[in-house]
């Protein structure tokens, strides 16, 4: 019975993805070639394809105009003798969304600026900076520093984020008549429900240029205010030097949305055919997403680093095949999390001749390439390791094993396990970070002592005026390291513990000092 081959050797003139691992040989295109110019590999027959030599046209979907909304600074309410009254109604309730009062009077108080009636800002591709500032953050930043006894604190936090982020004209005028028929307006739904509206219209934050102008003059329309019950001032000194760290945000364009990007991501339609939206700027989906369910999973978890670091991992390649598969496809995903099953019935199927085309999965579907295809990365995630320049500073060995990398090509990365040695969390750390013993705040009785004595008047690193030589405390303290009771430092390591020891020693001088007031209250 005649049988196929399975494999071929080719000859490679260029390379165009040097990255991409051979299965026969268990190495890159890049190890392979060595640096000649030309080279033969045994290859899989069913791997191999015919270029075109045309090139691939790209096309990009353009980003649409932004039709932002009319920009204004709001002002606080003014409020007459029958609306207080009102007010005065619900003064005990806890509700600080529903305030209709307070909607109407923003729409009416308002401070036109330069271009107030609404633009349309068209892409662009000049970016004032790379950086971007997180709009809660910039919010927070003023109203931390704001009396929580002052009547108008939260007024002002609601009047700030609505000055900062305008809506989308158009998705503003879809919702609009929407909530129409079902008897209800835009400012009651914002006030009754804003997670659903923010959900289908987009918020813009206009350009630097008018931005500044209207948070300049949304500044000093309420810093003044005095409050009705304590008399202060809204703005306090500090309050007014975080604006201006606001207003230097914004001129340095860190604040406004980058033209040549967009910040929302459709997700689909709702039943009454309004677009929905994914907003992808701020920290919030990181915050929500990522830091309280990690906090879930170790709160009653006595890990150890090595088991940590793979929850960890574990965690973020399940949340990326979630949110790609959603993002990306527009589907949640419903399968497995172990594509490295997929890969290899890939590469089994591939080298059978098949009469009627298999059932392949729907996880590969959404793959345009199989990112086991190619050689891992470099970039190290989870525990990190120090910098070459910074071991040898501080006088740290290496590592003995200084393979970091795991063996994709290897077929046995299910197999991978912890090492197992429940008591000894030192030597996965000295692992992860490359260095011979492991790099740790202090924490051991050796540790305590060990620094004391050093710190302490007559010690080597005593200092009656200004902080210890720490750059040269660490080195001397490398070569005390045994990785049993003392183990490696880093500077930022003693700097912050000299603080703590700082205060106990101070506390304990003025217990000292205060004994002979004590001593006739003490029994």
Same mark, same amino acid.
């Given at each position: 019975?005649?049988?196929?081959?399975?494999?071929?050797?080719?000859?490679?003139?260029?390379?165009?993805?040097?990255?991409?691992?051979? !299965?026969?040989?268990?190495?890159?295109?890049?190890?392979?070639?060595?640096?000649?110019?030309?080279?033969?590999?045994?290859?899989?027959?069913?791997?191999?394809?015919?270029?075109?030599?045309?090139?691939?046209?790209t096309i990009t979907e353009p980003l649409e105009p932004r039709n932002?909304?009319?920009?204004?600074?709001?002002?606080?309410?003014?409020?007459?003798?029958?609306?207080?009254?009102?007010?005065?109604?619900?003064?005990?309730?806890?509700?600080?969304?529903?305030?209709?009062?307070?909607?109407?009077?923003?729409?009416?108080?308002?401070?036109?600026?330069?271009?107030?009636?609404?633009?349309?800002?068209?892409?662009?591709?000049?970016?004032?900076?790379?950086?971007?500032?997180?709009?809660?953050?910039?919010?927070?930043?003023?109203?931390?520093?704001?009396?929580?006894?002052?009547?108008?604190?939260?007024?002002?936090?609601?009047?700030?984020?609505?000055?900062?982020?305008?809506?989308?004209?158009?998705?503003?005028?879809?919702?609009?008549?929407?909530?129409?028929?079902?008897?209800?307006?835009?400012?009651?739904?914002?006030?009754?429900?804003?997670?659903?509206?923010?959900?289908?219209?987009?918020?813009?934050?206009?350009?630097?240029?008018?931005?500044?102008?209207?948070?300049?003059?949304?500044?000093?329309?309420?810093?003044?205010?005095?409050?009705?019950?304590?008399?202060?001032?809204?703005?306090?000194?500090?309050t007014w030097k975080k604006t201006q760290g606001v207003l230097h945000?914004?001129?340095?364009?860190?604040?406004?949305?980058?033209?040549?990007?967009?910040?929302?991501?459709?997700?689909?339609?709702?039943?009454?055919?309004?677009?929905?939206?994914?907003?992808?700027?701020?920290?919030?989906?990181?915050?929500?997403?990522?830091? @309280?369910?990690?906090?879930?999973?170790?709160?009653?978890?006595?890990?150890?680093?090595?088991?940590?670091?793979?929850?960890?991992?574990?965690?973020?390649?399940?949340?990326?095949?979630?949110?790609?598969?959603?993002?990306?496809?527009?589907?949640?995903?419903?399968?497995?999390?172990?594509?490295?099953?997929?890969?290899?019935?890939?590469?089994?199927?591939?080298?059978?001749?098949?009469?009627?085309?298999?059932?392949?999965?729907?996880?590969?579907?959404?793959?345009?390439?199989?990112?086991?295809?190619?050689?891992?990365?470099?970039?190290?995630?989870?525990?990190?390791?120090? !910098?070459?320049?910074?071991?040898?500073?501080?006088?740290?060995?290496?590592?003995?094993?200084?393979?970091?990398?795991?063996?994709?090509?290897? @077929?046995?990365?299910?197999?991978?396990?912890?090492?197992?040695?429940?008591?000894?969390?030192?030597?996965?750390?000295?692992?992860?970070?490359?260095?011979?013993?492991?790099?740790? !705040?202090?924490?051991?009785?050796?540790?305590?002592?060990?620094?004391?004595?050093?710190?302490? !008047?007559?010690?080597?690193?005593?200092?009656?005026?200004?902080?210890?030589?720490?750059?040269?405390?660490?080195?001397?303290?490398?070569?005390?390291?045994?990785?049993?009771?003392?183990?490696?430092?880093?500077?930022?390591?003693?700097?912050?513990?000299?603080?703590?020891?700082?205060?106990?020693?101070?506390?304990?001088?003025?217990?000292?000092?205060?004994?002979?007031?004590?001593?006739?209250?003490?029994?």
């Open positions: 019975m005649f049988q196929q081959p399975k494999h071929a050797l080719i000859q490679i003139d260029t390379i165009l993805a040097p990255n991409c691992a051979i !299965p026969h040989c268990c190495q890159s295109l890049k190890n392979i070639q060595n640096g000649e110019g030309s080279f033969k590999v045994v290859v899989s027959i069913s791997s191999l394809r015919t270029r075109s030599d045309k090139k691939p046209i932002i909304g009319t920009i204004k600074a709001i002002q606080p309410p003014s409020l007459s003798t029958e609306d207080i009254e009102d007010w005065g109604i619900n003064i005990e309730s806890d509700d600080e969304d529903e305030d209709p009062i307070f909607e109407r009077n923003i729409e009416e108080n308002f401070c036109p600026v330069e271009r107030s009636s609404g633009f349309t800002q068209q892409p662009s591709d000049i970016l004032p900076s790379r950086i971007l500032a997180d709009v809660f953050h910039e919010i927070d930043k003023v109203c931390r520093t704001i009396s929580k006894k002052h009547t108008l604190c939260r007024k002002f936090a609601t009047a700030f984020s609505d000055t900062l982020l305008v809506p989308d004209e158009n998705d503003k005028k879809a919702v609009s008549e929407i909530l129409e028929k079902k008897n209800t307006n835009f400012n009651k739904m914002q006030s009754k429900s804003p997670a659903w509206l923010w959900k289908r219209v987009r918020r813009y934050i206009p350009e630097k240029g008018i931005l500044e102008l209207v948070l300049t003059e949304f500044f000093k329309s309420w810093g003044h205010i005095k409050c009705s019950v304590t008399g202060q001032k809204l703005f306090s000194a500090e945000d914004v001129r340095k364009g860190w604040l406004s949305d980058p033209g040549s990007i967009s910040v929302y991501i459709k997700e689909g339609m709702d039943k009454d055919g309004l677009q929905l939206y994914h907003c992808i700027c701020g920290t919030n989906s990181v915050e929500g997403a990522i830091h @309280n369910p990690i906090r879930r999973s170790f709160a009653s978890l006595n890990a150890s680093p090595e088991l940590a670091d793979a929850l960890i991992a574990d965690f973020c390649h399940r949340h990326k095949t979630d949110t790609g598969s959603f993002h990306k496809a527009g589907v949640r995903y419903a399968g497995h999390y172990d594509p490295w099953l997929d890969h290899e019935i890939s590469k089994l199927r591939a080298d059978i001749s098949w009469t009627v085309s298999p059932i392949v999965s729907s996880s590969r579907l959404l793959q345009d390439t199989d990112p086991l295809d190619f050689a891992p990365t470099r970039e190290r995630f989870g525990i990190a390791a120090i !910098p070459p320049m910074t071991r040898i500073s501080n006088e740290f060995f290496a590592h003995p094993n200084t393979n970091l990398q795991v063996d994709f090509t290897s @077929n046995k990365l299910w197999l991978s396990k912890l090492i197992g040695k429940q008591k000894d969390n030192y030597a996965f750390l000295a692992f992860a970070q490359q260095t011979k013993y492991a790099v740790i !705040p202090l924490h051991t009785v050796d540790e305590f002592n060990l620094f004391h004595s050093a710190v302490s !008047p007559g010690g080597e690193y005593a200092s009656a005026h200004g902080l210890p030589n720490f750059d040269q405390m660490v080195q001397w303290w490398s070569e005390k390291a045994n990785g049993k009771t003392i183990f490696y430092k880093l500077r930022e390591h003693l700097t912050a513990h000299y603080k703590t020891w700082s205060e106990h020693r101070q506390e304990k001088q003025t217990m000292l000092a205060s004994q002979p007031q004590r001593q006739p209250h003490e029994k």
